[in-house]
Each structure stands twice: as C-alpha cells, then as structure tokens.
C-alpha cells in the first residue's frame, strides 16, 4: 500500500500524526513545531537538549527551520487523500477475496480477519490494535520495536528496549495510560479555552458591528457635510450675485447721475467756445467805429448773459460707492448662512454675557459683558449673595438647560485661568466655591505649559501642551456631554466630560496672575 508507507514517512515521531507546519533540526529529523517546542521546552529544565530520535545533542535551544518542501507534500497528499481515515482495511491473508480486517497485529504488520484473528491469538501473545494500514509510526524508528511507553521527560514514545538504553532509569508510563492522561489535559485545556474563545468571538463580532455602525455614521455625515457645503455653494452665488447688484446698481446710478452732469457741462463748453471764438474775432478788428458798434450788439456783462454764467452747472464730488452698504449686504447673507449651517447641525451659538453680579472683586469685567480679566486691585462693586467671596471667579448671565450649543472663548496666554460650566447652585464662598472642589462644575484648567480638567476635586492632566489661545467649547445638555476642542490646525479634540445634568447650566470663567478671557461667540 503505497499510500499508507507514504503516509508513514509525513507522520511526527512525537505525535504520530500528518506534519503541521514541519520545523527540521540541525540533525535533518523533521518535526511538527508544536511538538519540538513541547519537547524542547521540558528539555530545558535538564539543562540540555537533543533530538528525540536520534538523541543529537545542543548544547544551545537549537534553532528551527522551516520545511516548505515538507509543509506542501503534506499539504498535496492530504488533498489527495480526503477519506484515508475512513480507508477500509483487509485481511492480509485472504488473498482470494478481500475480508474486512477486525484487528491489526504490531509486531507481524498484518491485519487480520475473525477466521485468522482466532488462529493468530493461538499462537502468539501479540499487540493488537484497531484495523489500521500504517504500522512504521507505531515502531520505534532506533529498535523498530512496537511503541508501548511514553517518557514525559523528553515528550517521547518509547519501546521496551529503550527502557533499558537511552532511557534507563526515567520515569515512564505505559502508553495508553499517557494518551487518556493527555485527553483529560487537553478536555480540560479546551474546556477553559472554548469559553475564552466565545468572549473573543462576542467581543470580535461586537467590535464589527460597531466598526459597521461607525462607517455607516461616517457614510451619512458624508452625505450630510456634501449637501451642507452645497447648499453654503448655492447661498454663496446667491450673497454673490446679491452684492455684485447692489455694486452694478449703485454703480448705474451715480455712473448715469455723472453722465448727466458731463451732457450738460460740454453744452455750456460748446456755447462758450462760440462766445470766444466770436470775441477773438472782435479783437482782430482795427476799426474802432466798427468795433464799438459790434460790441453794442455782442458783448454783455459777464454775469448777464445767460449762455455763459447762469447756467454753469455744479458738480458734486463726494458722490461715491456706499461701500458700506455693500459691506452690511454680504454681511447678512454671511450671518444667514452661518444661521442655516447651525441650524442643519442642530448646534445653538449662544450670545454669552457675564454677570458681573457674581464676579469676584479682583475680576474685572468689560464694558460688553465679554472680558473677565484678574485684577490685582479689588474692584468697587456692589453687595450681591450671588458674588463669588474668596475666588476669582465669574458666572455668565445666560443658563444653558436644554439642546446643543457651541461657543468659542480665548485666553491671553498669560497665568492661569479655567473655563468650564456650573450649576447655579454653587457655593459662593468657602473651598467648595471653587470650581475646582465640587461637584456642580466641569472645567478645563489652561496654564503656559499644560492642560489639566477638573471636577470634584479629581484631576486628570492632559498629554498636549498648549499650542494655540482659542479654544471651542460644546455642551448637548441632554446627552451630558462637555467637550472642549483647540482651534489649531487641524482642530484638536482636549476632553470630553460625561455627566448626567440636573440643573441649569452657565459658564464660568477662574482667572489668575493677570490671566484674561474673552467669549467670542
């Protein structure tokens, strides 16, 4: 049988089955890499190591080489042969008409029918096995003697004359003993490894349809962002098309207004050229009875004759482009189309003004209710329970309590300072007044060298450092989440604080050292 003597030659000698992914020893002997992995790895605690068939030692962990060769004859024969385990065996010694095998004898290699197993078990007491066309792998490959012990030490199967040689005096067991002590390892190895396996594939198959999930959010904000910037195009060409008219149609009138002017301006140009070239003449004439006579009939005072003084025309020169006007024209369709925007990403852009009822006396506020800057003198203000008593800080006047909204704010890069939001109902004095320390406010801290954000008294610093003085903030008030971005280029995202809101919310602004903020809205 020529498929079964080949067989024998791809089997591993340490687990007797076809090569997976064949390794070769220094040696030339061929082995699965599991398998000399396993033997090399229990040979290590000896302190030495050799090959399992032909005891070859290394003084190092030797290296193992890829058997391509090897790997794809395996592969081609068991490609060839689908069903081989399923190979029906034969009596050897029905000759005449193949009879189904019962048993195989190691020792004789041949398999036996009923008729011959009773006639073979008179006269020896052979080793049987089940039915089987490949007995080279069941042999020791040193002694060809019938397998029969297992040597843990070496990870080796072994005959009865290796107990006596290379293996005199190790610690052995009887080779079915080995095999079902292996099964027991290896169902409770794939006992502890088929629940680890389902988690992985749960949280594989989890992991996919979030990557789903996300590539079809990313799909339709790209769809989403495609039709935003074209309706942007459209009202573009519209505020274009809007202030080029407004351009044209100033440009008409006061263009046709000059026009007019320069009509009416030659015409008198064209009189006086007459009047002149009639007074030359006059000069030109020697008789002086002629003379008086002509200019009896001709000659007025200047501010008589109508032709020449009356009716010259006045020309305005500060009649120009109103260019504010035409400044105004694109800004509102600049404003509309920036309102538009906002409202297709359903983002509000809240108008934030501070209370200066609530700031500190060492903030100073501006006169727009848009600047909180540290001041190193205490500021003339009024009694108010809503003043913050021992730190510089300011509440703005506005509360943000429902939908999405986005503001941008920037720092003068000087001190410390922390913008943030807070719930109404923070202390006022005290440490817990300090946004800071408590509970009802989320800020991110800014200093020259870092970032830090900040609530109830745990800090996390950032891992980027401050590159740029503005910074956008965005809320969904009902999502809880408070976002802080860097407007650099590209914008980068800072944090994100997770919260579940139960007040009404203003923004706060903490200033130190000179540090100054303003809202740009």
């Known amino acids: ?206 992991l996919q349809d979030r990557k789903r999930k996300i590539q079809e959010k990313a799909s339709d904000k790209r769809q989403n962002i495609s039709k ?101 024209t694109l800004h509102r369709s600049m404003r509309d189309i920036v309102v538009n925007v906002t409202s297709e990403l359903g983002v509000h852009v809240p108008d934030i003004l501070l209370d200066v009822d609530t700031a500190h006396r060492c903030v100073k506020i501006s006169e727009d209710l848009k600047t909180a800057t540290k001041s190193e003198e205490k500021q003339e203000k009024p009694e108010s329970p809503g003043r913050f008593v021992d730190y510089p800080q300011v509440l703005s006047r506005c509360v943000l309590s429902s939908g999405r909204h986005y503001w941008e704010i920037e720092w003068n890069q000087i001190g410390e300072c922390s913008v943030g939001l807070s719930y109404p109902s923070i202390e006022r004095e005290g440490e817990e007044s300090d946004i800071e320390y408590n509970d009802k406010s989320w800020n991110l801290f800014m200093y020259d060298e870092e970032y830090k954000v900040w609530h109830n008294s745990v800090r996390l610093a950032l891992s980027v450092k401050p590159t740029c003085p503005t910074l956008g903030v965005f809320l969904d008030y009902e999502a809880g989440r408070l976002s802080f971005y860097e407007l650099c280029d590209p914008i980068r995202h800072l944090h994100t604080f997770t919260a579940s809101f139960t007040e009404p919310l203003h923004v706060v602004f903490y200033v130190f050292d000179e540090a100054s903020v303003i809202i740009r809205s």
């Open 1 to 206: 049988m020529a498929s079964a003597e080949l067989r024998d030659e791809l089997n591993c000698s340490i687990c007797l089955s076809l090569y997976t992914d064949p390794v070769s020893l220094r040696c030339g002997h061929n082995f699965c890499r599991s398998c000399i992995v396993s033997v090399l790895d229990a040979q290590e605690a000896a302190g030495g190591y050799s090959c399992p068939e032909c005891r070859a030692e290394y003084p190092e962990h030797p290296a193992l080489e890829k058997n391509r060769k090897l790997r794809n004859i395996v592969e081609h024969f068991s490609s060839t042969q689908p069903d081989m385990e399923e190979t029906r065996i034969f009596c050897t010694y029905c000759t005449r008409s193949p009879v189904p095998a019962v048993k195989s004898c190691l020792q004789c290699e041949t398999s036996l029918c009923d008729d011959h197993l009773k006639a073979h078990n008179k006269t020896v007491d052979h080793i049987l096995t089940e039915p089987t066309g490949s007995f080279g792998y069941k042999k020791c490959s040193l002694h060809k003697k019938v397998l029969e012990y297992y040597c843990p030490q070496d990870a080796a199967c072994l005959c009865v004359s290796c107990l006596v040689g290379e293996h005199r005096g190790y610690q052995v067991e009887l080779l079915h003993e080995a095999f079902e002590n292996k099964k027991k390892k290896l169902r409770k190895y794939l006992d502890e490894m088929n629940p680890k396996k389902s988690e992985i594939e749960k949280r594989v198959q989890n």
């Open 228 to 328: 935003i910037c074209m309706d942007i195009k459209k009202q573009l060409e519209m505020a274009e098309k809007k202030a080029l008219s407004d351009v044209s149609r100033q440009e008409e009138k006061i263009v046709s207004q000059i026009s007019d002017l320069i009509k009416k301006l030659e015409i008198q140009e064209g009189k006086l050229s007459r009047k002149i070239h009639h007074v030359e003449e006059m000069c030109r004439i020697a008789n002086p009875i002629r003379l008086l006579q002509e200019c009896d009939i001709t000659v007025c005072s200047p501010g008589g004759d109508e032709d020449t003084g009356g009716d010259v025309v006045e020309v305005s020169t500060e009649e120009d482009l109103d260019e504010v006007l035409i400044s105004l």
